[in-house]
């Protein structure tokens, strides 16, 4: 219980009469770990930030910070800071004076300031520009003045949002590093927020995927991309291939006319549902051996695989990852093994899909590389 | 080929400029440097510098920082309100209104409500303190000076608090910042272009001020502005009136040239960010 740091009791958010922006939404976050907030653009990411930073409040619902209710608790109060999406660096003051801010705010005597504010200034690697305007920096550097400014105040949470969209790719990958590294070494609970799934995966202990202001799923990276609940998330997450089958009984799917084996169970007999084939998990072989036979239609070199898209004799179509060399026009066979299917029920949500993994499980079903939460 | 025809767009504001701008200042210079007979002449600086006119200056100068201190106190909680008020723009209008309603129009109503047996009058005597002399006095020059010119200086400080992001006034939250620090250490430097230029719409036209000056100060107060209406409309000694006239264009130069430049970087580098 000391563990959880962040929980949200059934948090509705709602602007005057517009539809929600947030529905009944429940979760706990816990100290000393990696969280990302994933989803499209208005799905509720920065409300989500804003309530736990106390810049609104619920509608409906309650948020606690570290067990406490913090309702009547103003965000001057709250011991969370946040990296703004646009940094909100202050542009009469200097980076010096950007850093200090909090700890002028609280009153500090000047040595403790001094030695506080270089200490940050460190961290993030920004001694020797302490006199610079902010105006003057790039953006990288406005970034880590941002977090610095933040970490000095020495917050249990801190909240980032989108805090590397402004820049470069490279930039941006370096920056990733040097956030997940400083999250470890600092040992405090960071919430992430970005609409870039593969940061997310790179980045998160946990990642939320939400949607239309409801979580969709949240588990590990490797949980939500191997075992979506849904077309959502399995499109939202990666690129995948998505058929509609028929479950025809614990292990056994239906698509394209065929049967396959399969690993996944716990529906009611012939149930129709969707399959998931990730487009890695898809091996090039020859008409024979193939389980799927497909016209290949377009190929993208990529770098480290060639994108391979094509088209089987129903008019699917199917994405393929390959390192191995195609013609357009080729027939060939796509090869796959029982547990690169992932079979979803139709708008399933999370707790119907952890509910069902239960009781699959305990009905000693095969549930292999499925982890239970 | 483009800069041709810029320049051609810039004909009629160069003619209006020079007929109406350049011209009358060369002819206030000129007859600066005549007496009342119209001769050379520079015993009129020379004037300038006794003890009768440069109380006058000291004067002018003392009632137009008056009037932008009061305006300025007066507008900046008003401009911050303004601007958290669901409706900013209805309400922004609301007090610039009265700017559009003319000048002598404004100063007789204020007669009507300020004399002896005005509606002001009839309320402190229901009050038990009054009637009592309001007309002709520093305050009711001071009140009707600043309402007049408190419209000028809500519209600059309005629109320095509008061009600051919410992000930054979250952020002074976010770190640990009350209203009041945040208002102390974030919006009051942030605003002080604003500020500044509210001051200059409004010191500048106060200082030259004497329409209302003779009717709501009568000869009470004697302006720099008085001064000059007086030498021109009533003792003819032109000379003078434009002796006095320079000096206030320098000094509203000068006033120009001090107050523009000096911090101007903040907006210049907020809008950067
Ligand atoms: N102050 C507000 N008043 C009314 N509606 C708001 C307000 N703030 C946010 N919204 C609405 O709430 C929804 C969610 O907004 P939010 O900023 O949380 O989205 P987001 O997930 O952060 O999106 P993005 O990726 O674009 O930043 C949007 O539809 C937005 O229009
Ligand atoms: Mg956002």
């Known amino acids: 219980m000391d563990d959880i740091i962040v929980r949200f009791e059934n948090v509705t958010k709602q602007y005057d009469n517009d539809p929600p922006v947030l529905t009944d939404i429940s979760f706990e976050l816990e100290r000393g770990k990696f969280y990302t907030l994933l989803g499209p653009s208005g799905c509720g990411k920065t409300t989500i930030l804003r309530l736990i930073a106390g810049f609104t409040e619920p509608t409906m619902g309650k948020i606690y910070l570290s067990g406490q209710d913090v309702s009547s608790v103003p965000a001057s109060k709250r011991q969370v800071n946040t990296v703004f999406q646009d940094y909100a660096l202050f542009p009469h003051l200097n980076v010096y004076e950007n850093v200090a801010f909090g700890l002028r705010v609280k009153r500090m005597d000047r040595p403790t300031i001094d030695a506080k504010v270089r200490e940050a200034l460190r961290f993030v690697n920004l001694i020797g520009l302490e006199n610079r305007g902010v105006a003057g920096l790039s953006g990288g550097q406005q970034q880590r003045v941002a977090i610095a400014r933040a970490l000095v105040n020495e917050p249990q949470v801190l909240l980032l949002d989108e805090p590397l969209s402004a820049l470069d790719l490279k930039l941006r990958a370096e920056m990733q590093y040097e956030l997940r590294e400083l999250q470890q070494r600092l040992g405090i609970t960071f919430v992430f927020v970005t609409h870039d799934q593969e940061e997310a995966l790179a980045l998160s202990d946990e990642v939320f995927v939400l949607n239309n202001g409801v979580i969709q799923q949240r588990g590990t990276p490797i949980d939500i991309y191997d075992e979506p609940v849904n077309r959502f998330v399995a499109d939202f997450i990666g690129e995948s291939n998505i058929v509609p089958a028929v479950m025809v009984a614990d292990g056994l799917v239906e698509f394209l006319g065929r049967r396959f084996e399969c690993v996944d169970g716990g529906f009611r007999p012939d149930e129709p549902a969707e399959v998931v084939i990730r487009p890695e998990d898809l091996e090039v072989t020859t008409v024979e051996q193939g389980k799927v036979q497909v016209r290949v239609d377009s190929l993208l070199f990529r770098g480290v695989h060639y994108e391979i898209c094509c088209y089987d004799d129903d008019g699917n179509e199917w994405l393929v990852h390959s390192t191995k060399r195609v013609k357009v026009g080729d027939r060939i066979g796509l090869y796959f093994d029982p547990d690169d299917i992932h079979v979803m029920r139709i708008g399933e949500t999370e707790a119907e899909f952890d509910r069902r993994l239960e009781s699959y499980a305990t009905q000693g079903g095969v549930a292999d590389g499925v982890q239970i939460a | ?273």
């Open chain 2, 1 to 273: 080929m483009e800069s041709r025809s810029r320049n051609l767009y810039l004909i009629p504001y160069g003619l209006w400029i020079v007929v109406f701008v350049v011209a009358p200042l060369i002819l206030v210079f000129y007859y600066s440097m005549l007496d009342i007979n119209g001769k050379w002449t520079l015993a009129n600086y020379t004037r300038f510098f006794t003890p009768v006119y440069l109380k006058m200056a000291i004067k002018s100068f003392w009632y137009a920082l008056l009037i932008t201190a009061v305006s300025l106190v007066v507008a900046y909680p008003a401009a911050l309100a303004i601007s958290r008020t669901r409706h900013k723009q209805l309400w922004l209008l609301l007090t610039v209104l009265p700017s559009w309603i003319n000048l002598l129009l404004k100063a007789y109503a204020f007669i009507g409500l300020f004399s002896a047996h005005g509606p002001v009058n009839a309320m402190l005597a229901a009050l038990g303190v009054g009637p009592r002399q309001i007309m002709f006095t520093d305050f009711s020059f001071l009140f009707v000076a600043v309402y007049i010119f408190v419209p000028f200086m809500i519209l600059p400080i309005f629109n320095s608090i509008e061009e600051i992001s919410p992000s930054l006034i979250a952020a002074a939250h976010d770190m640990g910042a009350s209203e009041w620090v945040t208002l102390r250490r974030v919006i009051f430097p942030l605003t002080a272009n604003g500020v500044k230029s509210g001051c200059r719409a409004v010191f500048i036209p106060a200082l030259s001020l004497f329409m209302i000056t003779r009717l709501i100060a009568g000869n009470r107060i004697i302006t720099l502005g008085t001064a000059i209406e007086q030498h021109f409309l009533v003792t003819q000694d032109w000379g003078m009136g434009s002796t006095i006239a320079v000096f206030l264009v320098i000094a509203m130069g000068l006033i120009m040239a001090l107050t523009d430049g000096t911090g101007s970087g903040h907006v210049g580098r907020e809008r950067r960010v």
